[in-house]
């Protein structure tokens, strides 16, 4: 049955779920990104820019990796079909971190050996916690795009940069005002013992703190947990009139299915999770009900534009955020070899300097000096029950529905 009460959230969000605008004071140099156009490069070499992808492609985050991954192909694909950077094709060097930080570390140190400019498919906070040290010991640029713990960047990172996902403290306030504006005054949440869910934990306790007349309930699940029946059965006792899986990003589908399945007709608000893998795993039961965050906006007509091609080029049926992230990798670092050559130092410099535009993105790609997202504005949407646009999710009845672009996030200060 389809709930009602996301149907009028769109306006009260717009007013409501305001995020504090402040970007960086960095000058930056636009650049446009999203080309399928050749760079040209400053080198002498005429071998292959080695691109290194280290994402889950196994293990407990592999959906999230398995698109940006393949986000990265397409990107790789585009740009040797369009004569490569000044004639040089790009390789990408494949590594699986199987969602472990000791993995990841490894596999990090062995794209280093293999001569990458850079590496990017981040999408565990404990492997971008493990990869992030090795990135600014090395010095080789690492893009994270769902490694979301505030512990990963320093104020002296100079070579790992977030992509989608913002830290966990700049979503907070969003998670908190989204809360005030459905009205509930008992909030469940839902995270997961790792370095995101305590990072969200953490954020939510401060956020919620300063709020009146709210009760806010945290459960901590182990990562890979499947059954949530005593957690909710908690809430449920709690009269949680919500429920924040925001840091549980793999019990998305089964923090959704079985709190319906327990008669607990209230909404999920998920943590980043790709809305393929909700729907093919809880179906209608997602409709109206499970709304989530994104870095990019699906009704543009660069995203569904760019969709189309994903989607003719890969098995996927639908172009998840993650995958816009990675195609959004590789377009800024053919750029950056382009303008300065395949040096990781210089490289890094480049990406600093400079603003890129990705097709699909819901903000400029932009860096503040220690790599937070500078100017990040978070998209907000809801599964609903519709035709999608030809040829962008083919054969399927379901579409995300934007209710609210918000202002750029304030950069998090480590």
């Excluded at 080309?35 to 002498?44: D, K, M, R, W």
């Excluded at 449920?236 to 399945?261: C, E, L, Y």
């Excluded at 093919?280 to 543009?300: P, T």
Aim: charged share 20%; with cysteine.
């Amino acid at each position: 049955m389809k709930r009602s009460w996301l149907k009028t959230l769109s306006f009260t969000l717009a007013l409501a779920l305001v995020v504090s605008a402040c970007s960086a004071g960095n000058e930056t140099t636009n650049t446009t990104a999203g080309s399928t156009e050749a760079p040209t490069a400053t080198t002498a070499d005429t071998g292959p820019i080695k691109i290194g992808l280290l994402t889950s492609l196994t293990a407990t985050f592999a959906p999230w990796g398995v698109s940006a991954r393949d986000g990265m192909r397409l990107a790789v694909e585009e740009i040797n079909a369009a004569g490569g950077v000044d004639g040089r094709m790009i390789e990408l060097i494949e590594r699986d971190d199987q969602s472990n930080p000791e993995e990841g570390a490894s596999g990090f140190e062995r794209l280093v050996e293999d001569g990458v400019v850079a590496i990017g498919g981040t999408i565990s906070s404990d492997v971008g916690l493990s990869t992030s040290r090795l990135a600014e010991e090395l010095k080789v640029p690492l893009f994270l795009v769902k490694a979301g713990s505030d512990a990963i960047l320093t104020t002296d990172s100079r070579y790992t940069f977030r992509t989608c996902l913002p830290a966990a403290p700049m979503i907070a306030g969003p998670v908190a005002q989204y809360v005030a504006a459905t009205g509930v005054t008992k909030v469940g949440a839902i995270v997961a013992d790792y370095a995101w869910g305590q990072a969200v934990k953490s954020a939510l306790e401060t956020e919620f703190a300063g709020v009146d007349g709210v009760e806010l309930q945290i459960e901590v699940a182990p990562v890979p947990e499947k059954d949530f029946a005593a957690y909710l059965r908690r809430l449920q006792d709690f009269g949680a009139q919500i429920i924040v899986a925001t840091g549980h990003p793999p019990g998305g589908v089964s923090i959704t299915k079985q709190s319906d399945d327990f008669g607990m007709d209230v909404p999920v608000t998920g943590s980043w999770n790709p809305l393929g893998l909700i729907v093919g795993a809880v179906g209608d039961q997602a409709f109206d009900r499970y709304a989530d965050f994104a870095c990019v906006n699906y009704d543009s007509a660069e995203y569904q534009d760019l969709a189309r091609r994903y989607l003719a080029f890969s098995e996927n049926t639908f172009m998840e955020d993650d995958a816009v992230a990675g195609y959004g990798i590789v377009q800024a670092v053919a750029e950056a070899v382009g303008a300065v050559g395949d040096d990781p130092v210089e490289v890094a410099k480049y990406l600093h300097a400079n603003t890129f535009d990705i097709p699909g993105y819901s903000f400029p790609l932009q860096w503040t000096e220690w790599g937070e997202l500078a100017a990040a504005q978070v998209t907000f949407v809801v599964i609903r029950e519709q035709e999608p646009p030809d040829g962008v999710n083919p054969g399927a009845n379901w579409y995300p529905e934007l209710l609210l672009l918000s202002d750029p996030l304030t950069p998090y200060v480590p």
